[in-house]
């Protein structure tokens, strides 16, 4: 069906001298992709880290929010002490 062609040979032959460039190409892909894993990692390694720091002071910021209501509160809201029914109370000299 095809002519066959002596111009047109589909063979993967390959300079001799590419096979180092080929090595190095590899390498450097290689070194690439591993320090963007690196990098990602500590990337991700200091946002968790950050994560838990925000965490912890906003619930010590909580808590202490929570402490001051409960003390403002109930200054202010306490009732007066009244004895029991019943009792008597002893009165100062």
Known sequence: MFPKSNSLQLTSE???HANGF????VL???SLVASSW??????????A????IVQEQRAQMKKALDEHEINTLGHQ?????????GTTQKKSK
């Open 14 to 16: 390959k300079p001799i």
């Open 22 to 25: 080929i090595l190095l190409e």
């Open 28 to 30: 450097v892909a290689m």
């Open 38 to 47: 690196v990098a990602l990692g500590a990337t991700y390694q200091q946002l």
């Open 49 to 52: 880290l950050r994560l838990a």
């Open 77 to 85: 809201q306490a009732p007066p002490r009244t004895p029991p029914a």
